[in-house]
């Protein structure tokens, strides 16, 4: 397969992380930009000096960030930040490439949580193919396991979804520590942000079970139908009372063709779905085949970059 020319909207850990590794792959960076200004060059953007720049806090080029949308390129790389509602910058750029016939492939989760019956609509219409396997479990491949089984075959899917909650519940059953105390270490460890609530609220987790929901049932859910409870609330002593009777708590989301529930939830202490740190796992329930188990990095740079380059990968 000849190599494909990648314009990169967003250039936060994710999109850095593509930009570094689409060589290795055979593509060339045709443009990347920020919110602050853009880098196109059709001979293959110079990646190291563009981040050097990122880095000192200059713009990432000279142009303005829509000189993205003009420069010569036949896939755009979604990584900007996930935004809730309308979904937008988001889905704006998505909706701008399509309508250009190009091909593109999303991290961000907000527009096909939030907009799927749209973002299919728009798909269909246009020359370019829409893939999204980095919205949902970094560098596992859950979307393309499920495309594989076809859609059909897969009753529900649940899971472990955030690394920064389990990272917490699982620190503060293992060590004995109290929730705000390890949401700090967290936070000091660059595992937790500054503002964490999307993690620890069960927001992040939630929107990654509506996109499987939305690809279960061909579309029909958003975050407002998701039942969603955080894990703020758990205690030391919850944790101890599951550890007596052999077991922990997590914080699973699940997502089936009637919805998604996402919450603390008691599970084996040696069981699949304790996973401990920052790791993610996801059971995928199928009509013949039992259960399927994938585990390993559910975020990060360069863990979410491999997912979005998979789905260049893919694309026709």
Do not use: W
Request: net charge negative; with cysteine.
């Amino acid at each position: 397969m000849s190599g494909h020319r990648l314009a990169i909207v967003g250039a936060g850990a994710v999109g850095r992380s593509v930009a570094e590794l689409a060589g290795e792959y055979g593509h060339d960076v045709a443009a990347i930009a920020d919110s602050t200004g853009a880098a196109v060059d059709p001979t293959g953007v110079d990646v190291p000096s563009v981040l050097r720049r990122k880095r000192s806090g200059e713009p990432v080029g000279d142009d303005a960030p829509d000189a993205l949308f003009e420069s010569d390129y036949d896939v755009l790389v979604e990584a900007t930040p996930t935004t809730l509602g309308d979904a937008q910058p988001g889905f704006g750029h998505v909706e701008r490439a399509l309508a250009a016939d190009r091909h593109v492939v999303l991290a961000n989760k907000g527009p096909v949580a939030e907009r799927y019956e749209e973002l299919r609509r728009l798909a269909a219409e246009s020359e370019g193919s829409l893939r999204f396997e980095a919205t949902v479990g970094g560098a596992i491949p859950i979307l393309s396991t499920i495309e594989d089984l076809t859609p059909a075959a897969v009753t529900a899917v649940r899971g472990v979804l955030n690394g920064t909650a389990n990272f917490v519940l699982s620190r503060m059953a293992s060590e004995g520590l109290v929730y705000d105390h390890v949401l700090a270490e967290a936070q000091d460890m660059g595992v937790a942000e500054a503002d964490p609530s999307f993690d620890v609220d069960g927001t992040d987790a939630a929107l990654k079970c509506v996109i499987l929901a939305n690809v279960l049932s061909d579309g029909g859910h958003s975050l407002d139908g998701a039942d969603v409870t955080g894990i703020e609330s758990i205690t030391q002593s919850a944790l101890e009372l599951a550890a007596e009777d052999g077991q922990t708590i997590r914080l699973v989301g699940e997502a089936s063709r009637d919805g998604v529930r996402v919450g603390p939830r008691l599970v084996p202490e040696h069981g699949p779905l304790a996973v401990s740190g920052t790791r993610n796992i996801v059971q995928i329930e199928t009509t013949h085949a039992g259960q399927l188990h994938n585990s390993g990095r559910g975020a990060g740079g360069p863990e979410t970059a491999t997912a979005i380059l998979a789905d260049v990968e893919r694309l026709e």
